[in-house]
């Protein structure tokens, strides 16, 4: 929603600082320049960037749209599962946590989750590693080495799409560029018509270079921005787990692992000590 609203203050601004100036706001409208500079950015992408990264670009145009999926509430969630799965396994056994892990969507501590069970990465990322642990043999700072790797490798490759969106979006002025001088070509191969008519065609070259610049720096370059920003969010999730993860396998109990695990979550969306003391509450009477 807050993505739409801030386009519209972009577009609303210059059209209305560009009225106050007496401009028209038709003589923007230069669908030539429009083509140069789009078609030659698409053209740009499409040589620079892998098919694989192509098709998850506009998935990722989908999520800033969607806004920030790990609110607090999902770390709650996420907490509580962890409690109630590590509870599980020093009440019963880690063996016990093996029906859960096996199949969480027959689960009825993940089936309590269902965001988790979207987050298909994330959901493979503890289940996997409570089966590792479930074989045993392998010490806690060679899990946290592994996990640490698991989550570099992820994040390494769904950082790849604003790196590329910021890529694109330094390409634009350059283009904008690109287009005015095709513009000024034509200008000066009518040059010796009407001045009125010259006129018009220098400012449809500079509405190139206008053009250019505001897609790279009121639209493209933000959006590449918050991509990263909800990269490091989802990150944030991973590390979660980890934590949480590890410091079971140190041997702490349950609810000193739920503190791991919090103490690494962002302050913007952290549960308080006494909200996650009241949910693991109703957990164990559950």
């Given amino acids: 929603m807050f993505i739409i609203i801030g386009f519209v203050v972009v577009i609303g601004s210059i059209l209305t600082g560009f009225m106050m100036h007496e401009g028209q706001p038709l003589v923007l409208l230069q669908y030539n320049e429009f083509i140069i500079i789009g078609g030659a950015g698409i053209g740009s992408l499409l040589v ?84 590792l642990m479930l074989g045993g043999g392998i010490a806690a700072h060679d899990l946290e080495a592994m996990l640490d790797a698991d989550i570099e490798s992820h994040h390494t490759e769904t950082g790849a799409i604003p790196g590329i969106v910021q890529t694109l979006a330094d390409a634009f002025p350059g283009l904008g560029i690109v287009a005015a001088v095709l513009g000024i070509i034509v200008t000066m191969g009518a040059i010796s018509g009407p001045p009125e008519e010259v006129g018009l065609k220098v400012a449809a070259a500079l509405v190139g270079t206008f053009l250019g610049v505001l897609l790279s720096y009121g639209f493209v370059g933000p959006i590449a921005t918050h991509m990263g920003l909800l990269n490091a969010s989802e990150a944030r999730f991973y590390e979660c787990i980890k934590a949480g993860v590890v410091a079971y396998a140190k041997g702490n109990a349950p609810i000193v692992v739920v503190e791991f695990a919090r103490r690494v979550i962002y302050q913007s969306v952290r549960p308080s000590f006494n909200e996650i003391e009241m949910v693991i509450k109703e957990a164990r009477k559950g």
């Fill in 48 to 131: 620079g960037t892998p098919i694989a990264l192509l098709k998850q670009i506009g998935g990722s145009f989908g999520k800033i749209f969607k806004g920030d999926r790990f609110s607090k509430e999902q770390y709650v969630n996420l907490l509580r599962t962890m409690f109630e799965l590590f509870n599980v396994a020093q009440r019963d056994g880690l063996i016990n946590v093996e029906a859960h892990i096996e199949k969480p969507k027959e689960s009825a501590i993940f089936s309590k989750n269902p965001f988790l069970l979207e987050q298909q990465h994330a959901l493979e990322f503890l289940c996997d590693t409570m089966k």
